[in-house]
T-cell receptor, first 115, second 114 residues
Framework: DTGVSQDPRHKITKRGQNVTFRCDPI?????LYWYRQTLGQGPEFLTY????????KSRLLSDRFSAERPKGSFSTLEIQRTEQGDSAMYLC?????????????FGPGTRLTVL | AQSVTQLDSQVPVFEEAPVELRCNYS??????LFWYVQYPNQGLQLLLK??????LVKGINGFEAEFNKSQTSFHLRKPSVHISDTAEYFC????????????FGAGTILRVKS
């Protein structure tokens, strides 16, 4: 297994544009998490999926953000009408089992820059 | 109050010296504690975790951490560091008070000098 992969690794966009990121978790991991990390801070939880069901969303996730995991495998995170404040590293992680304390395996992240 | 506080943003240390990276958390209920490491251009990797049992936890790459409930701390230590340990280290906690999700500290950059 090659681990968690994310695409693209870098994205530069203009304010107001829509962007979409993809995460491919470790195969057979039923849980998938999205985090956001800004400069000088640790990752902050955004949302997570158990299989294809999105079970929780942070209040950090405004209505411009939407995440999907249609077949319980890969996931996409879309940001509509991007703002400069959306500039950050977006991290994806996956884990197996039903507990949040099970080890989460992180991808390398997608760095978003909004001009 | 900050859920997880990493007291040092950067720690410079010479190769083969011991190091301690400090982490304090705020929670009045039981917690699970973690240390992750992030090497440049790589994803976060779990170093070690405390779920229950022995308060001294050993992890990968020679790191260990001690859970101190009375001081609400989970400091990370290594008796002798290598250049390859240069990375950013994140302490994280799971607690019912924070919705049972991983809550990370701001990170500590460990710089090992030769």
């Amino acid at each position: 297994d090659t681990g968690v992969s994310q695409d693209p690794r870098h994205k530069i966009t203009k304010r107001g544009q829509n962007v979409t990121f993809r995460c491919d978790p470790i195969s057979e991991h039923n849980r998938l998490y999205w985090y956001r990390q800004t400069l000088g801070q640790g990752p902050e939880f955004l949302t997570y999926f158990q299989n294809e069901a999105q079970l929780e969303k942070s209040r950090l996730l405004s209505d411009r953000f939407s995440a999907e995991r249609p077949k319980g495998s890969f996931s996409t995170l879309e940001i509509q009408r991007t703002e400069q404040g959306d500039s950050a590293m977006y991290l994806c992680a996956s884990s197996s089992g039903d507990a949040h304390y099970n080890e989460q395996f992180f991808g390398p992240g997608t760095r978003l820059t909004v001009l | 109050a900050q859920s997880v506080t990493q007291l040092d943003s950067q720690v410079p240390v010479f190769e083969e010296a011991p190091v301690e990276l400090r982490c304090n958390y705020s929670s009045s209920v039981s917690v699970y504690l973690f240390w992750y490491v992030q090497y440049p251009n790589q994803g976060l990797q779990l170093l070690l975790k405390y779920l229950s049992g022995s308060t001294l936890v050993k992890g990968i790459n020679g790191f260990e951490a001690e859970f101190n409930k009375s001081q609400t701390s989970f400091h990370l230590r290594k008796p002798s560091v290598h250049i390859s340990d240069t990375a950013e280290y994140f302490c994280a906690v799971i607690s019912r008070e924070y919705g049972n999700k991983l809550v990370f500290g701001a990170g500590t950059i460990l710089r090992v000098k030769s």
